[in-house]
């Protein structure tokens, strides 16, 4: 059965940073897209960065040049390497990666459990 672990969110001080990391295990076939997104309060959930092999990483707006997003050699762990935090990167993240499960062959969206960043002094 495959499963999403998450890891990584905290505390921060503004200009701070953090990695949140996005592990995978289970019977994996392939993974053809590895995303983070987040949840500001009050807001509707937001795309932050996604990676799909063979491309480019692509980010929001607001996250360019501060945020980076990769992925392990074994390539089943997604990280996000966010620095210059500001108050308002605060959110629940989440990881999703659509992937090819080994059980059946088919191609699903799995989602980690989400995982809290608070920035503030």
């Known amino acids: 059965q495959v499963r999403l672990v998450e890891s990584g969110g905290g505390l921060v001080q503004p200009g701070g940073s953090l990695r949140l990391s996005c592990a995978a295990s289970g019977g994996i076939i392939s993974i053809n897209n590895m995303a983070w997104y987040r949840r500001i309060p009050g807001k509707e959930r937001e795309l932050v960065a996604s990676?799909?092999?063979?491309?480019?990483?692509r980010y929001t707006d607001s996250v360019k040049g501060r945020f980076a997003i990769s992925r392990d050699n074994a390539g089943n762990t997604v990280y996000l390497q966010m620095n210059s935090l500001r108050p308002e990167d605060t959110a629940v993240y989440y990881c999703?990666?659509?992937?090819?499960?080994?059980?059946?062959?088919?191609?699903?969206?799995?989602w980690g459990q989400g995982t809290q960043v608070t920035v503030s002094s």
């Open positions: 999703k990666l659509n992937l090819r499960r080994l059980v059946d062959g088919r191609t699903f969206d799995y």
């Open positions: 990676l799909t092999s063979g491309a480019s990483p």
